[in-house]
């Protein structure tokens, strides 16, 4: 076999490149003028049943705000961050600016929002960037929220303000390479020592991690075996942190691999309130309602795009708006929306008035997700060759709801969740696991 030279491969290169390999690609509105791409993002076609009758004024007054925002300054960038799998820091202040960072914390700068005025938000957000809303999540909804619920005075008042204007960012570290679903059998450990603990171990997938000032890491206490929680700054000695690559979804979201080796935390870093697995439940239970309105905010934005596109691009000398089955399939997505919406909204009044149990949270997450992966799967048909585009929002709503599906509890892991809720019976592990058989 001969080998080539350096040299001599490029110039075999060379030869098989047209002299215009190398240019930068078509503007698309150059490319496709028949419709416009979602950098000019698409007016709001998708509250049908008017939910914004349903909101408060400082609910609207958020909604309104957030989607200003968004469509102003993320829209004409997101996907060429998305693309290169990279994050936009310079909007970071710009949404801290935005005063929706703390969410429904109240106290210590934090805007102090309703649960639902919060969720709209997080849905505005995510209608034009998913990956905009995880950060935000995992900022708000669990890294800040996690020092609200569980953190000491002096640790409030140290962090939150800082946060709440994201003059600093946060991330929240639980699952592990070893244990994702089954979160609770974490191994990740903390040793105490003098004025301290000693953190060792490995986490995965944490959104944030690879720029977040303030890390929330969840250990296991080698004394008690008892799940604790710790903030670790990120120039701690012994910390490595390194970008999860190759993504399908939220590509804008910086996803990490954590290290600890001998990582040092003073006794004041400690979080006093997480002393078990439990503690953690009462973070959970606001960000997987939270996490609900993603795939909601998601399929609006889906179909705001789908409705424009379909009036815009002609086919047959008539825009594909006039035929049958499309209308039948951006029918059945505006369906999805109001029902989604219905849902979501329904959780947000059962967790303000004290009522939301852990079932009914899983199960809005579940179903929510399984209708907006359909949503973006019959806008994906829609678009055709644009489909699979970033251009025009679908393709990347597509592939970000993947990780979506996943996250904070798979589609299948929330529905045992509820089935355990309203049977009674666990069904987590298999007979195996547990000693004895079903029979």
């Known amino acids: 076999m001969t080998v080539l030279s350096s040299a001599d491969r490029d110039n075999a290169e060379k030869k098989v490149k047209s002299s215009y390999f190398d240019l930068p690609a078509m503007e698309i509105s150059v490319a496709f003028p028949q419709a416009t791409p979602a950098s000019k993002f698409p007016p709001c076609t998708s509250d049908y049943y008017h939910f914004d009758d349903l909101l408060t004024p400082e609910e609207q007054a958020v909604r309104k705000r957030v989607r200003e925002f968004m469509e102003k300054e993320v829209a004409p960038i997101m996907t060429e961050y998305w693309e290169k799998a990279e994050f936009p820091f310079h909007i970071i202040p710009k949404f801290g600016a935005l005063g929706v960072a703390g969410g429904s914390i109240k106290g210590y700068g934090c805007p102090g929002l309703s649960i639902t005025a919060n969720a709209i938000a997080t849905a505005e957000i995510s209608r034009v960037d998913a990956s905009c809303g995880t950060f935000n999540l995992v900022h708000t909804s669990l890294g800040m929220l996690t020092i609200a619920l569980c953190g000491s005075e002096a640790q409030k008042q140290k962090y939150l303000p800082d946060l709440a204007q994201m003059k600093t960012v946060t991330c929240w570290a639980l699952t592990e390479p070893d244990n994702g679903s089954d979160a609770s059998a974490l191994t990740t450990t903390a040793t105490k020592v003098e004025g301290g603990w000693v953190l060792e171990g490995q986490k995965r997938w944490i959104g944030n991690s690879t720029f977040a000032d303030l890390l929330v890491i969840i250990a296991r206490n080698t004394t008690t075996n008892q799940v604790n929680g710790f903030l670790v700054q990120k120039d701690a000695p012994g910390l490595t942190v390194t970008k999860i690559p190759n993504k399908i979804g939220l590509r804008i979201v910086q996803n990490g691999d954590i290290l600890l080796k001998n990582v040092f935390v003073p006794d004041e870093e400690r979080l006093p309130g997480v002393n078990s697995f439990q503690d953690t439940s009462k973070v959970l239970a606001v960000s997987r309602v939270m996490v609900a309105w993603q795939p909601i905010g998601i399929s609006m934005g889906v179909y705001d795009m789908c409705h424009r596109y379909l009036m815009e691009r002609k086919q047959f000398g008539a825009p594909l708006a006039a035929f049958q089955l499309n209308q039948q399939k951006l029918v059945k997505m505006l369906g999805n929306v109001q029902a ?45 060759g644009n489909g699979v585009v970033g251009d025009f929002l679908v393709a990347k709503a597509f592939g970000d709801l993947e990780p979506i599906f996943t996250y904070e509890g798979t589609y299948d892991i929330n529905t045992l969740v509820t089935g355990r809720e309203v049977t009674g019976i666990a069904s987590f592990k298999p007979p195996a696991s547990r000693g004895r058989s079903r029979l």
């Open 340 to 384: 989604m919406f219905m849902m979501g909204w329904r959780l947000c009044k059962l967790y303000e008035s004290g009522q939301m149990t852990p079932g009914q949270a899983s199960l809005g997450k579940a179903w929510i997700s399984s209708k907006a992966r359909e949503t973006a799967s019959l806008g994906r048909e829609l678009l055709g």
